[in-house]
């Protein structure tokens, strides 16, 4: 980008000659992003990760044991988008008990000219819409482009936004939600039958595991479960999963069955083999190695590597979340509330 058009693309966005910070709720991200853009986003993000146009260190976890608890701090630079901010996230399971999101978040955008703090967002709706982005991203990829039948397990926020990017890649009919409280489940379905096209109005409740994925083409899993959350054994031939729950070396979602006979490819190597309780703990029991690991994602979406390669492979996408994604769409979102006039800036 030439200085002359970079300066006028920061006119555009309300940059310029101010020392104003734009304050962002989850209403004004909401409104400033569509699943669509999110997904478009987060595929260019993925691809200049894997391409080495990225300064991302690996996040830096910082554990709370007596609530079961994690905060995590997660800074990223994407070079070609020239965008740099940081998340910083905690994931507290206990929340339930107090009836709070599981996951809260915020984000901070940094100009990558001149190191300014130019937005504070709300990360926990971000967080959700992103991380539905990247299985949009791998679902569209990956799956089978016949799929039209979606098993969710987990009936937290984050779940409401893994169906509505797979409604947003496949032409989804049926819908199957599974949580061990029930309750959760039901109030799921209520909710998301509201949502208009393209999610479908035949949502229910699997009153098992088995039901919920026995004639799902696409699965997501987006718990915070400690064991497999379903039996390999009740899979379909063709089946693609979405493994976005697990984030540390003892968390399994996906059966280590399931993980050895699919095609695994992940939003990031290095942070996957430090991270990914779905991965490590196969290849802890010397069932697969590093190497059963086919590629990354942004390898995929620049063609580096093969997706599906027949109709009947079992596939497995296996994301722990990168700073990236964070970083990419808060900086589109910034662009955007600029352009609507959503937000509220302060003085710094």
Same mark, same amino acid.
């Given at each position: 980008?030439?200085?002359?058009?970079?300066?006028?693309?920061?006119?555009?966005?309300?940059?310029?000659?101010?020392?104003?910070?734009?304050?962002?709720?989850?209403?004004?991200?909401?409104?400033?992003?569509?699943? /669509?853009?999110? +997904?478009?986003?987060?595929?260019?993000?993925?691809?200049?990760?894997?391409?080495?146009?990225?300064?991302?260190?690996?996040?830096?976890?910082?554990?709370?044991?007596?609530?079961?608890?994690?905060?995590?701090?997660?800074?990223?630079?994407?070079?070609?988008?020239? /965008?740099?901010?940081?998340?910083?996230?905690?994931?507290?399971?206990? *929340?339930?008990?107090?009836?709070?999101?599981?996951?809260?978040?915020?984000?901070?955008?940094?100009?990558?000219?001149?190191?300014?703090?130019?937005?504070?967002?709300?990360?926990?709706?971000?967080?959700?819409?992103?991380?539905? /982005?990247?299985?949009?991203?791998?679902?569209?990829?990956?799956?089978?482009?016949?799929?039209?039948?979606?098993?969710?397990?987990?009936?937290?926020?984050?779940?409401?936004?893994?169906?509505?990017?797979?409604?947003?890649?496949?032409?989804?009919?049926?819908?199957?939600?599974?949580?061990?409280?029930?309750?959760?489940?039901?109030?799921?379905?209520?909710?998301?039958?509201?949502?208009?096209?393209? +999610?479908?109005?035949?949502?229910?409740?699997?009153?098992?595991?088995?039901?919920?994925?026995?004639?799902?083409?696409? +699965?997501?899993? =987006?718990?915070?479960?400690?064991?497999?959350?379903? *039996?390999?054994?009740?899979?379909?031939?063709?089946?693609?999963? *979405?493994?976005?729950?697990?984030?540390?070396?003892?968390?399994?979602?996906?059966? /280590?069955?399931?993980?050895?006979?699919?095609?695994?490819?992940? $939003?990031?190597?290095?942070? =996957?083999?430090? !991270?990914?309780?779905?991965?490590?703990?196969?290849?802890?029991?010397?069932?697969?190695?590093?190497?059963?690991?086919?590629?990354?994602?942004?390898?995929?979406?620049?063609?580096? +590597?093969?997706?599906?390669?027949? !109709?009947?492979?079992?596939?497995?996408?296996?994301?722990?979340?990168?700073?990236?994604? $964070?970083?990419?769409?808060?900086?589109?979102?910034?662009?955007?509330?600029?352009?609507?006039?959503?937000?509220?800036?302060?003085?710094?």
């Amino acid at each position: 980008m030439t200085g002359l058009r970079k300066e006028n693309e920061r006119e555009k966005k309300g940059w310029c000659d101010t020392m104003k910070l734009k304050i962002l709720t989850r209403e004004d991200v909401a409104k400033a992003v569509s699943m /669509a853009e999110a +997904i478009e986003t987060v595929k260019k993000a993925f691809i200049q990760f894997s391409i080495g146009k990225v300064e991302m260190p690996l996040r830096t976890q910082v554990p709370v044991e007596k609530q079961k608890g994690v905060t995590l701090f997660m800074p990223a630079y994407l070079a070609d988008s020239d /965008a740099m901010g940081a998340k910083i996230v905690s994931v507290f399971p206990n *929340n339930q008990k107090r009836k709070l999101p599981t996951v809260h978040a915020v984000v901070i955008v940094v100009d990558a000219e001149t190191g300014r703090p130019t937005a504070v967002m709300d990360g926990t709706y971000l967080t959700a819409l992103r991380t539905g /982005a990247a299985s949009g991203v791998a679902t569209d990829l990956l799956s089978r482009k016949d799929a039209c039948i979606v098993a969710i397990f987990g009936a937290g926020t984050q779940s409401r936004t893994q169906l509505e990017a797979i409604c947003t890649v496949r032409s989804i009919k049926k819908v199957w939600i599974y949580d061990v409280v029930p309750g959760a489940a039901s109030a799921y379905v209520e909710e998301m039958k509201k949502h208009e096209s393209p +999610i479908p109005q035949d949502i229910f409740v699997a009153e098992s595991p088995k039901q919920a994925v026995k004639e799902a083409d696409v +699965i997501c899993t =987006a718990t915070t479960s400690f064991r497999p959350v379903f *039996n390999d054994s009740y899979l379909k031939a063709g089946v693609h999963i *979405n493994g976005v729950g697990s984030y540390t070396p003892e968390m399994q979602e996906i059966p /280590a069955r399931t993980v050895v006979r699919s095609k695994v490819v992940v $939003d990031s190597r290095q942070a =996957a083999l430090a !991270e990914a309780g779905d991965l490590i703990i196969s290849i802890d029991g010397g069932l697969i190695s590093d190497k059963h690991i086919h590629g990354e994602i942004g390898e995929l979406a620049a063609g580096k +590597i093969s997706g599906r390669e027949s !109709e009947e492979e079992t596939t497995f996408f296996k994301s722990v979340g990168l700073a990236v994604q $964070d970083v990419s769409v808060a900086e589109l979102v910034l662009c955007r509330a600029s352009e609507l006039g959503l937000g509220l800036d302060v003085d710094v």
